[in-house]
């Protein structure tokens, strides 16, 4: 696509409730990277992608945390048993190797 | 460890005003460095990069910044601010290039008076 698509927009769950969270990069772009951002956090780095594989997901807060990819393309990122403190917008981004990467708009996830 | 400061959280200047917003980096190896901008309730774009090309870097909607290496400095700056750059700014660093995690600061919010 034109751009890096996030779904969905906005997400309210539930504490304890199981979240999936989806990244269309643009096409052809090999990098795919998860950042979290939150007030009085900042962009914080969640994981990234090489293709399918993940040769750094040193920013994974917890277990509860997993992302995959699949088809070198979409990206799910999973939040089991959601938390309050998981409340945050959390951004895609992708790049074909260049320097800099395109940003989503963002997934604004709530947990009441 | 690479790492960016951005010091102050907010900066106001009048619509016309110079615009400079400060970045410094560690890093102990040649960074690439980057500023971003966001609107409200939406991503992050990409205004300008150095990639260890000319050191004065020009970006797009009149921005440019100069890659200082002895004052570790990154510093944005716009000779006539306008209501419409009124957003969040980000500076940030990565080591290896594109495909390498980006460093973000916190990020500086500018408004522009009237």
Redesign the interface.
Same mark, same amino acid.
């Given at each position: 696509g034109a751009g890096v698509s996030q779904s969905p927009s906005n997400k309210v769950t539930e504490k304890g409730k199981d979240v999936e969270l989806r990244c269309d990069p643009i096409s052809g772009h090999t990098a795919l990277y998860w950042y979290r951002q939150s007030l009085g956090q900042g962009l914080e780095f969640l994981i990234y992608f090489q293709g399918n594989s993940a040769p750094d997901k040193s920013g994974l807060p917890s277990d509860r945390f997993s992302a995959e990819r699949t088809g070198g393309s979409v990206s799910t990122l999973t939040i089991q048993r959601t938390q309050q403190e998981d409340s945050a917008v959390y951004l895609c981004a992708s790049s074909s190797g260049g320097h800099g990467y395109t940003f989503g708009s963002g997934t604004r996830l709530t947990v009441v | 460890a690479q790492s960016v400061t951005q010091l102050g959280s907010h900066v106001s200047v009048s619509e016309g005003a110079l615009v400079l917003l400060r970045c410094n980096y560690s890093s102990s190896v040649p960074p690439?460095l @980057?500023w971003?901008v966001q609107y409200p $309730?939406? &991503? *992050?774009? *990409?205004l300008l %990069?150095y /990639?260890s090309a000319a050191t004065l870097v020009k970006g797009i909607n009149g921005f440019e910044a100069e890659f200082k290496k002895s004052e570790t400095s990154f510093h944005l700056t716009k000779p006539s601010a306008h209501m419409s750059d009124a957003a969040e700014y @980000?500076c940030a660093v990565s080591y290896t &290039?594109? $495909?390498s %995690? *980006? /460093? @973000? &600061? %916190? &990020?500086i919010t500018l408004s522009v008076r009237p």
């Open positions: - | 690439y @980057f971003y $309730n939406q &991503g *992050l774009q *990409l %990069k /990639t @980000f &290039g594109a $495909n %995690k *980006l /460093t @973000f &600061g %916190k &990020g």
